[in-house]
């Protein structure tokens, strides 16, 4: 399967500091790629579509200035929580598909975030 | 709204025996379906996805989909403890998204 590789595994951050999380498509282009968070025991919620070139897509209820996605190249994606709260600790999984819509998605390996 | 359903469970099943994962969907245009286990603390992997009506296997993992009844599931045969874990299903709406359900833990008794 494709690999898609996510920097960091987990980060511990003071309140009111941003963090950027890496998100990487080792081999294969990937022109959209997708943000998801996840809370303990609960299932994947997407966040945002990051798309190569142009603005990220937000789901509704996620704050397009907190958490801010720049997607430079074809391989790389960032999300960056800006400010972070304790209430934005969650465990964020990047995902990219080598393939055309419809095709499968491959995760990063998640990054567990702990705010204090 | 567009959803997926999954039992919450936990499941028990007996180490050996076949474990029966299910999912229903609400979009009866839906194309494409993807199974997904995460273990605790860890990303999801994917195991299977299926396109078409019927059953497709894969070594000890069955997917079947009903697009009439609009479910899909996954059968686990000769179930093994390192088959412990959340089991995922994914719809792909006809978007460039997948949306997910809320997983079904299983647990594999030995």
């Known amino acids: 399967g494709a690999v898609v590789s996510q920097h960091p595994s987990w980060v511990i951050c003071k309140s009111g500091t941003s963090v950027k999380i890496e998100c990487r498509s080792l081999?294969?282009?990937?022109?959209?790629m997708f943000w998801y968070r996840q809370f303990p025991k609960q299932s994947l919620m997407l966040m945002a579509t990051?798309?190569?070139?142009?603005?990220?897509?937000?789901e509704q209820g996620v704050e397009k200035d907190k958490f801010l996605i720049n997607h430079a190249s074809l391989t790389l994606s960032t999300l960056t929580v800006t400010s972070a709260h304790p209430e934005d600790s969650s465990f964020y999984i990047c995902?990219?598909?080598?393939?055309?819509?419809?095709?499968?998605?491959?995760f990063g390996s998640g990054t567990q975030l702990s705010v204090l | 709204q567009k959803e997926v359903e999954q039992n919450s469970g936990p499941l028990s099943v007996p180490e050996g025996a076949i474990a029966s994962l299910n999912c229903t969907y609400s979009?009866?245009?839906?194309?494409?379906f993807f199974w997904y286990r995460q273990y605790s603390g860890k990303s999801p992997e994917l195991i299977m996805f299926?396109?078409?009506?019927g059953d497709k296997e894969d070594g000890r993992f069955t997917a079947q989909l009903n697009k009439a009844s609009q479910y899909v599931s996954l059968l686990i045969r000769d179930s093994q403890p390192s088959d412990s874990a959340t089991y995922l299903c994914?719809?792909?709406?006809?978007?460039?998204?997948?949306?997910f359900g809320t997983g079904t833990r299983l647990t594999i008794i030995p």
């Open positions: 995902s990219a598909r080598p393939g055309p819509e419809g095709e499968k998605l491959f």
């Open positions: 081999d294969f282009q990937a022109t959209t």
């Open positions: 990051s798309n190569e070139g142009s603005k990220a897509t937000y």
């Open positions: 979009d009866r245009g839906s194309q494409s």
């Open positions: 299926i396109y078409s009506n």
């Open positions: 994914a719809v792909n709406f006809g978007n460039e998204k997948l949306t």
